[in-house]
């Protein structure tokens, strides 16, 4: 069965911190790891990898993908209040399956 | 209107009800995805709709009943549901063809809760 996690699962910085959000994988036949921010309702796209040790950026935002250890990582550098919300992380696999982790609830407080 | 629609936005409904939820889609996208979001669970993938040919169907019980009249609609139809089944279900398309995820956009979600 394929499984991601995610650490932590919850979160409390102070603005202008810098957050490392962590996600793990076992999965068969893997096709791409996707980062997404859920604030109220719909999770907004962030970062799709596919390939190992290639950082992708957004602003203060950036992700790295290390298929080796099957893990990934995103770093959000000066945090700020708005950055607040549930950090998910998925998983393609063959058969256009997406699995998602339980997600990390990171608070930003001022 | 931009975007990934979804209506109703919240739905109560009995057990021995009938209801549809309704997803459309404005990005010109090939792909549409249903999700079910419990709280304190992963999201689950329900169904995925390539060129509105079903692709995928991850063991969902038969109760939830998904139509793709067009690459643009999707719909759940919901009956003889569950009070587990109570959720937040969410909408999302995609550009790609060939089923593959890719980049997502996701709709608002319907509040569903079943008494």
């Known amino acids: 069965e394929d499984k991601v996690v995610q650490s932590p699962l919850s979160l409390v910085v102070h603005e202008g911190d810098t957050v490392t959000l962590n996600c793990s994988y076992e999965?068969?036949?893997?096709?791409?790891l996707l980062w997404y921010k859920q604030e109220k309702k719909a999770p907004t796209f962030l970062f799709m990898l596919t390939s190992s040790g290639i950082e992708k950026k957004s602003g203060r935002l950036s992700s790295i993908l290390d298929k080796k250890e099957l893990f990934s990582i995103l770093n959000i550098t000066a945090t700020q209040t708005g950055d607040s919300a549930v950090y998910l992380c998925a998983v393609e696999t063959s058969g256009s399956r997406l699995t998602f982790g339980e997600g990390t609830q990171l608070t930003v407080n001022p | 209107e931009t975007g990934v629609t979804q209506t109703p936005r919240h739905l109560v409904m009995g057990m021995t009800n009938k209801k549809s939820l309704k997803c459309e889609q404005h990005?010109?996208?090939?792909?549409m995805y249903w999700y079910k979001q419990s709280a304190k669970k992963p999201l689950e993938l329900m169904f995925v709709?390539?060129?509105?040919?079903?692709?995928e169907n991850n063991s969902v019980p038969s109760r939830f009943s998904p139509e793709c009249p067009n690459s643009s609609h999707l719909f759940l139809h919901l009956h003889t549901l569950q009070p587990e089944d109570s959720a937040l279900y969410l909408c999302?398309?995609?550009?790609?063809?060939?089923?593959?995820?890719?980049?997502?956009?996701f709709g608002p979600g319907t509040r569903l809760t079943v008494t």
């Open positions: 999965v068969t036949n893997f096709r791409s």
């Open positions: 990005l010109g996208h090939n792909a």
């Open positions: 709709y390539s060129l509105e040919e079903r692709v």
């Open positions: 999302a398309s995609s550009p790609g063809t060939s089923g593959r995820v890719n980049e997502q956009y």
